[in-house]
């Protein structure tokens, strides 16, 4: 760590010494020095290279990598001096983060290094199958990226490292977008396994690194809202002699509810099985009797459907804008052998949800008597479907600071209308993805959308990224996903 050959003695190499007047970020943990908070820079910094960050009365603070083009001018690396971010400092940075993953997540494939949070900022690597896919998103990383590539491959031991440095974020810190293969064989199409499914992932032209890791634990978290429906329409579970039950209607794993009455799992007469029945005592052949319909917005890949499917949904319509997006996700749907239960719609999520609550309105309208007279030979807009379950996973809406004003009625305009068509009793499954958009207002956001709904919400449960992605206190950039699971009712 102190090797002075590959930079110089420590007192020959530059500093950027920092104003007096500036909030202390530095002291608590922050790893960003912007370009304003720095009163000057006593001797020469690379480019790119390692300058020691210090106050206005020498004191060394920490150690980052320097560009002042951009207004992150130095990212800190370390807090205690370092020589460069050479092949052994990544060695040591990467087997750290192994050894978190393997105490934490029990997944191989994951998010192996999370920037800033793993003490490499500029730095992202995912784990598919045997592919790491790397975004390369600093100048400072930019220039490591032989010695990253050697390391990852020494610590991983991939079968090949991908590139998906095709961000814009690049442009600010003066670099080009870029992609293409670092390391060894990159297959674009990769299968991982979460939470127990099959999942297609395109390394070259996915979103990000080609899939979202940070929603896994919440994507997990769905499974108790997708039984207990059946009672609804009227099914319950009642004896029926053997000889009245079809074949593959009964046994171990049909669908029992989770609320089935005690008095009704005492053990059966060897002639008689439990069995679903409806109203009129017909036996139920449908292994789903007791699953929730489910409306997955901005679906992407279907990765909430796949899991909706698997925790036992009996409907699910899968919804994004993106014709790609749903392509693939059909693809998933079937690898997993979830077709019969998953309709496919390529919609604004906006539109779509307005159309259907429009189409409720006008039924709702037409259902009142002895107020107006209504046109009937107009025709109704298709609109008007409910659902057990919604679940809105939107892009972020708020990039910057300057968008949360816009964001804020974004997040209000797909809740307002979700909850509208959560079935009463139901759940509304939301999440926000933009770091701008703080906690305390996303919720006060939601209120407020319930109660332009007229709804109540009760909050079942409160998330933020998986363990893959840990966060850092005092650096709120880093905490940027709120995942909410509210169960809906009528005031």
């Known amino acids: 760590m102190n090797d002075r050959k590959a930079g110089?003695?420590?007192?020959e190499r530059a500093k950027a010494v920092l104003k007096r007047d500036r909030k202390k970020r530095v002291e608590q943990g922050h790893p960003w020095v912007y370009g304003n908070e720095i009163e000057r820079t006593d001797g020469e910094a690379e480019v790119g290279g390692i300058v020691d960050v210090v106050n206005h009365q020498g004191k060394y603070l920490a150690s980052g990598y320097w560009n002042p083009e951009s207004q992150i001018t130095v990212r800190i690396v370390s807090y205690e001096p370092i020589a460069a971010m050479d092949e052994q400092f990544f060695l040591t940075r990467f087997k750290q983060c192994a050894q978190h993953r393997e105490r934490f997540v029990r997944w191989r494939d994951c998010r192996l290094v999370?920037?800033?949070?793993?003490?490499?900022?500029?730095?992202?690597?995912?784990?598919?199958?045997?592919?790491?896919?790397?975004?390369?998103?600093?100048?400072?990383?930019?220039?490591?990226?032989?010695?990253?590539?050697?390391?990852?491959?020494?610590?991983?031991?991939?079968?090949?490292?991908?590139?998906?440095?095709?961000?814009?974020?690049?442009?600010?810190?003066?670099?080009?977008?870029?992609?293409?293969?670092?390391?060894?064989?990159?297959?674009?199409?990769?299968?991982?396994?979460?939470?127990g499914l099959s999942v297609e992932v395109d390394i070259a032209e996915g979103q990000k690194t080609g899939y979202f890791y940070d929603q896994r634990e919440n994507r997990a978290s769905i499974a108790p809202l997708m039984l207990g429906w059946g009672e609804r329409s009227?099914?319950?579970?009642?004896?029926?002699?053997?000889?009245?039950?079809?074949?593959?209607?009964?046994?171990?794993?049909?669908?029992?509810?989770?609320?089935v009455p005690v008095s009704q799992l005492n053990e059966p007469r060897e002639s008689e099985v439990l069995v679903p029945v409806n109203s009129n005592g017909k036996v139920i052949t449908f292994p789903y009797w007791d699953g929730a319909t489910v409306l997955e917005c901005f679906a992407h890949t279907g990765?909430?459907?796949?899991?909706?499917?698997?925790?036992?949904?009996?409907?699910?319509?899968?919804?994004?804008?993106?014709?790609?997006?749903?392509?693939?996700?059909?693809?998933?749907?079937?690898r997993n052998g979830f077709e019969d239960r998953v309709e496919f719609v390529v919609a604004d999520a906006f539109a779509y949800l307005r159309s259907q609550v429009k189409g409720l309105e006008e039924r709702a309208e037409r259902g009142r008597t002895g107020k107006s007279k209504t046109d009937t030979s107009k025709p109704?807009?298709?609109?008007?479907?409910?659902?057990?379950?919604?679940?809105?996973?939107?892009?972020?809406?708020a990039k910057t600071k300057s968008?949360?004003?816009?964001?804020?009625r974004g997040y209000k305009d797909i809740n307002l209308h979700g909850l509208k068509l959560v079935n009463e009793g139901g759940y509304l499954?939301?999440?926000s993805c933009s770091y701008h958009m703080r906690p305390d207002l996303f919720l006060e956001t939601i209120h407020a959308a319930a109660v332009d709904a007229?709804?109540?919400?009760?909050?079942?449960?409160?998330?933020?990224?998986?363990?893959?992605?840990?966060?850092?206190?005092?650096?709120?950039?880093?905490?940027?996903?709120?995942f909410a699971i509210f169960e809906v009712r009528s005031r």
């Open 303 to 334: 990765s909430f459907t796949l899991h909706a499917c698997q925790y036992g949904a009996k409907k699910v319509t899968c919804l994004d804008v993106s014709e790609h997006a749903i392509e693939t996700a059909r693809r998933n749907v079937a």
């Open 234 to 259: 009227g099914i319950k579970l009642a004896m029926r002699p053997k000889s009245e039950v079809p074949e593959g209607a009964a046994g171990p794993g049909f669908g029992y509810t989770t609320f």
């Open 114 to 195: 999370y920037g800033e949070a793993d003490y490499l900022p500029g730095l992202i690597v995912d784990r598919f199958g045997d592919v790491l896919v790397v975004q390369l998103l600093t100048l400072g990383m930019d220039k490591c990226r032989d010695v990253i590539v050697h390391a990852l491959a020494e610590v991983f031991q991939p079968a090949g490292i991908y590139e998906r440095s095709d961000v814009s974020v690049r442009t600010l810190e003066g670099l080009e977008e870029r992609t293409g293969v670092l390391y060894g064989e990159c297959p674009r199409i990769v299968e991982i396994r979460e939470n």
């Open 380 to 397: 109704l807009s298709g609109g008007g479907r409910t659902w057990d379950v919604v679940i809105l996973d939107p892009p972020a809406f």
């Open 8 to 11: 110089g003695s420590m007192t």
């Open 429 to 431: 499954v939301t999440a």
């Open 403 to 408: 968008a949360v004003a816009g964001a804020v």
């Open 454 to 482: 007229g709804k109540m919400l009760r909050l079942i449960e409160w998330r933020a990224a998986g363990k893959d992605h840990p966060q850092v206190l005092g650096v709120n950039e880093g905490h940027y996903l709120k």
